[in-house]
């Protein structure tokens, strides 16, 4: 698998088996960055999600693996870098240990990215989603109707299945084999909750890990417009009540609580 130097990191050898997928749409100026700061990986991909910029090109340059999703969504451009590892697979790689998920805007400090995956090298967890409520983020980096819909949701997934998160990270790193078992669907805003759901249905060893967040480089193309929030809200709904009523919550945790926040 090809690397991203950036800075060290513990586990150096384990960190060749990590794969981390950053979905991009229109993020040429916020990418360099985001693959400068990163720790060295076994592999990045960047999936192109229709950008009109030179999203891609700038990838490319940094050393990234490079697929293109035209279908918009989310969701979309994590299913299109999941199904670039299974062909990486198929092609007679080695899968991943661990697959990560980071935004591509530099809103998160990829330099977690060792403490969102070490816990599961370490193996106390499966599982490791960010929460960025924790510790107060950077001045106008989550607007009060994104810390509502946030806190919102992570109230009602508790009514629902049991287990107390505190945010819907995109920051998150998953067992690869769990990963699997999740069979993950969504296409756009409903995949962070999903992959919540599921990973608590399934029984997967939960951890939060607080992590600091700035304000994004360009303009959100969720919680930047009304149409983005109201949409981004009607389907944070709708997804709890898909996968989680729908699933079931047997193997929601007795107490309602999480690994974390740590």
Not at 98 to 117: I, K, N, R, T, W
Not at 219 to 237: D, E, F, P, V, Y
């Given at each position: 698998?090809?690397?991203?130097?950036?800075?060290?990191?513990?586990?150096?050898?384990?960190?060749?088996?990590?794969?981390?997928?950053?979905?991009?749409?229109?993020?040429?100026?916020?990418?360099?960055?985001?693959?400068?700061?990163?720790?060295?990986?076994?592999?990045?991909?960047?999936?192109?999600?229709?950008?009109?910029?030179?999203?891609?090109?700038?990838?490319?340059?940094?050393?990234?693996?490079?697929?293109?999703?035209?279908?918009?969504g989310y969701g979309s451009a994590c299913l299109r870098g999941l199904a670039a590892i299974?062909?990486?697979?198929?092609?007679?790689?080695?899968?991943?240990?661990?697959?990560?998920?980071?935004?591509?805007?530099?809103?998160?400090?990829?330099?977690?990215?060792?403490?969102?995956?070490?816990?599961?090298?370490?193996?106390?967890?499966?599982?490791?989603?960010?929460?960025?409520?924790?510790?107060?983020?950077?001045?106008?980096?989550?607007?009060?109707?994104?810390?509502?819909?946030?806190?919102?949701?992570?109230?009602?997934?508790?009514?629902?299945?049991?287990?107390?998160?505190?945010?819907?990270?995109?920051?998150?790193?998953?067992?690869?084999?769990?990963?699997?078992?999740?069979?993950?669907?969504?296409?756009?805003?409903?995949?962070?909750?999903?992959?919540?759901i599921k990973a608590v249905q399934h029984g997967l060893r939960i951890q939060e890990v607080?992590?600091?967040?700035?304000?994004?480089?360009?303009?959100?193309?969720?919680?930047?417009?009304?149409?983005?929030s109201l949409c981004a809200g009607a389907k944070i709904l709708y997804s709890i009540a898909?996968?989680?009523?729908?699933?079931?919550?047997?193997?929601?945790?007795?107490?309602?609580?999480?690994?974390?926040?740590?």
């Amino acid at each position: 698998m090809s690397g991203v130097l950036g800075s060290s990191a513990e586990h150096y050898d384990l960190w060749d088996a990590v794969t981390v997928v950053i979905p991009a749409l229109n993020e040429e100026k916020s990418l360099p960055l985001v693959l400068s700061d990163m720790p060295r990986v076994g592999q990045v991909i960047v999936v192109d999600n229709g950008s009109t910029d030179g999203t891609a090109a700038v990838a490319s340059r940094h050393g990234a693996t490079v697929v293109a999703e035209p279908r918009r969504g989310y969701g979309s451009a994590c299913l299109r870098g999941l199904a670039a590892i299974e062909a990486s697979i198929r092609d007679g790689n080695a899968a991943p240990e661990v697959v990560a998920f980071l935004d591509a805007d530099y809103s998160d400090h990829p330099q977690m990215l060792v403490d969102v995956v070490t816990p599961i090298l370490d193996d106390v967890a499966d599982f490791v989603v960010s929460s960025r409520l924790v510790q107060p983020p950077d001045p106008g980096a989550m607007p009060p109707h994104s810390r509502l819909g946030n806190r919102l949701a992570c109230f009602l997934m508790r009514l629902v299945i049991g287990h107390r998160y505190t945010d819907l990270g995109p920051l998150r790193a998953i067992r690869y084999e769990s990963l699997q078992r999740l069979q993950m669907s969504d296409t756009n805003f409903g995949w962070t909750i999903e992959m919540q759901i599921k990973a608590v249905q399934h029984g997967l060893r939960i951890q939060e890990v607080a992590v600091p967040y700035r304000c994004r480089i360009g303009k959100s193309k969720i919680s930047g417009t009304i149409r983005g929030s109201l949409c981004a809200g009607a389907k944070i709904l709708y997804s709890i009540a898909k996968y989680g009523w729908a699933g079931g919550s047997m193997h929601a945790s007795a107490d309602g609580r999480s690994n974390g926040p740590i």
